[in-house]
């Protein structure tokens, strides 16, 4: 039964998947909600999966619930623990990711902090600002090289033969539409803007306009070309309305109003199955490679959905490119890493 939240969304489900053998992801937040309903959708397509997340004991539980599906998950998934507040852990965990692996088809940059009180990471950064964008960008970067030459590798003749897999390397963010409450004085010029409390809707939906700012950005500038030979596609994506314990976190943030949500949530909010389906979308269907040109660094809110419904401040090219410097910078001076690409 699909709940009220998803009647009205396209569908892209497991058996929508192609085959995923062979192919391997890194998904970050892939112990719980959305992150957790990837990767079970990825596994059951047979694809090795890599989860990045902060506590084990979900990770484990994850990996049962997965095998549920398919009884080789506990072979197909590989758990990394990190803090992800932490950003020389995060280039560390790139590091060791890309000098163990072979491949790297698809990067899902899913953790974050929902509607939660602000905070600081173990960088002295806003919790929403560190987590949810700059840990993803470096990890992306660090994560890249790999992914160009997975890319390189399927133009030359060693994918799989069908010739939309020469667009199968993909990179997805997840977004919200909750990004239009994003503050309209958001300038992106300081760190300090960052690092101050506001209220917390304010901060998340601040949060996830920088993800869609970032993709268009990575698109536009640091990315291989669609007509090169090594293309990779990158988006980024609004689940729906989905029943996760991030409803846990409104409550905290507001007590009265956050604990009705999240009661609510339950019967009218979709299924973290359904919720993960744009991203799945994003991360694996032909129809996103038949439809790069327009897919490339765009947002969607749905599974093959449509371009260009994002709120004007997250289409503004001048922001994103003041978030990229400054996200370049602030990477600089926390963690000794240099953005390379």
């Known amino acids: 039964m699909v709940a009220p939240a998803g009647l009205f969304s396209n569908r892209y489900k497991v058996e929508d998947m192609p085959d995923l053998t062979g192919k391997v992801a890194v998904v970050t937040g892939g112990s719980r909600g959305i992150g957790e309903a990837i990767v079970s959708a990825l596994v059951q397509k047979n694809c090795n999966v890599h989860i990045v997340a902060s506590t084990e004991e979900h990770a484990k539980e994850a990996i049962s619930n997965v095998s549920e ?7 197909l998934i590989k758990f990394h623990q990190i803090d992800l507040g932490n950003l020389k852990s995060v280039v560390s965990l790139a590091e060791k990711l ?117 993709i268009k950005q990575l698109a536009k500038a640091h990315l291989p070309t669609l007509t090169s030979s090594s293309p990779i596609i990158p988006a980024s994506v609004h689940p729906g309305g989905v029943a996760t314990e991030q409803e846990a976190g409104a409550a905290q943030a507001y007590p009265i109003l ?70 370049v910078k602030v990477i600089q001076d926390k963690a000794g890493y240099t953005i390379k690409h």
């Open 258 to 327: 956050g604990s009705v949500l999240q009661a609510a949530s339950k019967v009218l909010f979709m299924s973290p199955e359904q919720g993960a389906e744009s991203a799945l979308w994003a991360g694996t269907a032909p129809a996103a490679a038949e439809r790069r040109q327009e897919v490339q660094g765009r947002y969607f809110t749905e599974a093959d959905g449509k371009v260009d419904t994002e709120s004007d401040q997250a289409k503004q090219d001048d922001l994103a490119i003041k978030l990229w410097d400054l996200s």
């Open 69 to 75: 599906k398919n009884p080789n998950a506990p072979q």
């Open 98 to 214: 890309s000098s163990e692996l072979d491949r790297l088809d698809m990067l899902y940059l899913i953790a974050g902090i929902g509607v939660a009180p602000f905070g600081l990471t173990q960088d002295g950064v806003g919790n929403h600002f560190g987590i949810n964008h700059l840990a993803g960008m470096t990890l992306t970067d660090g994560l890249l090289d790999l992914m160009i030459k997975t890319s390189k590798e399927k133009q030359s003749g060693n994918g799989n033969g069908n010739e939309l897999d020469k667009f199968s390397s993909r990179i997805v963010s997840e977004s919200s539409e909750l990004h239009r409450t994003s503050p309209s004085d958001l300038k992106c010029e300081s760190l300090e803007e960052f690092s101050q409390d506001r209220d917390e809707t304010v901060l998340y939906g601040r949060s996830k306009c920088l993800n869609i700012l970032y």
